[in-house]
């Protein structure tokens, strides 16, 4: 099967010598292209019993690499689980206006942290209103940057619990349906990005340093604040065992998997889209092989940059009392924490155990040959 692997392999050199890249996006084609080859070393296993010798090459680990998500995903999810209580949750989506994109991946890493900042405030805000909930709730952040068709398109999922702490540290169950009506977070959401988006110190080159001119840039404030930004909920999550599903499909996402591309062929890269537009249909989209590697690199992101984020009851501190105090009140079983090795994770995902030989199927033991796996981007 055809993988960005492969693209790279035969586009990516030509590609980096005749298109400016970040050092992001020039670390990420490079580790792609070269993730589970020799060119990152291996380690052999040998069997104990019989002798037979197994080469398995070692991963990039690079968080925008396709093939290496799974174990970070599982591990994350683990771990996840035992935050979750025993409540409905809800999922909320917030999105920009097409016409900050532009300013968007000029200034990624202000522009995401913003985006995080305004989003977050706006649930905890609403939140704690009496009017709609009147409790502090607990909530996860994830950003993603692309469209179905890999165009750039920033926005932030978010996942909250149907109910939170009030001030007598007593549980506050939400509606049914979503407790905040869309339009006023809309409202909200777009205020204080807007406000926060006027403070910031902004980098503009290329084609847009006409918005180093005080007019065009207070043009595009006020078209911002006359539309309407696109806030909506989808329908709540049955119960916790549905939340994790759902955040193992989004948290450790790339642009692009492997499985959506179909075919590599005559300069042209077809991939598999979903249409949201015309009732979720698939298409098959063909892109230019360098039109697609310009798309897959914009949604490379600045480098440490943290895309999931907890934010309330989930934050950092003191989360193990409050988590504690939530269950209890919510009636949320205790699920005892377990560290599963990559062999166990691999044994539970695929039924391979790795640890035992595939032809006598006794233990084998490992020894490393080459240099040792690279550090994580």
Not at 62 to 80: V, Y
Not at 88 to 103: A, I, W
Not at 277 to 286: A, V
Not at 349 to 374: E, F, N, Q, R, W
């Amino acid at each position: 099967m055809p993988e960005i692997q492969d693209i790279f392999a035969e586009h990516g050199d030509a590609y980096h010598r005749n298109h400016p890249i970040s050092f992001a996006q020039s670390k990420a084609m490079i580790d792609i292209e070269r993730c589970r080859t020799a060119a990152l070393g291996a380690h052999v296993d040998i069997c104990d019993n019989c002798s037979n010798t197994e080469i398995s090459y070692n991963s990039c680990r690079n968080r925008h690499c396709p093939k290496c998500q799974t174990l970070p995903k599982e591990r994350w999810i683990d771990n996840r689980k035992h935050d979750l209580l025993n409540i409905g949750y809800f999922h909320v989506v917030f999105t920009v206006p097409s016409e900050l994109r532009s300013v968007f991946y000029q200034n990624q890493n202000t522009l995401y942290n913003l985006l995080f900042k305004a989003t977050a405030e706006t649930l905890q805000v609403l939140a704690s209103n009496k009017k709609y909930l009147g409790a502090k709730l607990g909530f996860t952040s994830i950003l993603h940057t692309w469209a179905q068709n890999l165009c750039y398109h920033p926005h932030i999922h978010c996942i909250v619990p149907g109910g939170g702490l009030d001030d007598l540290g007593g549980w506050k169950e939400s509606r049914k349906k979503f407790f905040i009506p869309v339009r006023v977070l809309s409202r909200l959401f777009r205020g204080k990005f807007m406000h926060y988006l006027k403070e910031a110190e902004l980098q503009f080159y290329g084609k847009l340093k006409i918005m180093k001119d005080a007019d065009t840039w207070n043009r595009l404030i006020d078209l911002c604040y006359r539309k309407e930004w696109v806030v909506y909920c989808k329908p709540p999550f049955k119960d916790a065992a549905c939340v994790v599903e759902y955040l193992g499909r989004y948290t450790h996402r790339v642009a692009i998997s492997n499985n959506r591309i179909v075919n590599i062929d005559n300069g042209q890269v077809s991939f598999k889209w979903r249409d949201y537009d015309d009732r979720n249909r698939w298409k098959t989209m063909s892109l230019p092989t360098v039109e697609f590697i310009r798309r897959f690199l914009m949604h490379i992101l600045p480098p440490r940059f943290m895309k999931i984020r907890h934010y309330g009851l989930l934050a950092n501190r003191d989360k193990s009392t409050r988590l504690e105090l939530c269950k209890r009140l919510t009636c949320t079983p205790v699920i005892l924490r377990q560290a599963f090795t990559a062999a166990e994770l691999i044994l539970r995902l695929t039924g391979l155990d790795i640890t035992k030989c595939s032809v006598c199927g006794h233990d084998k033991h490992h020894c490393y040959m080459g240099h040792a796996p690279p550090v994580p981007a």
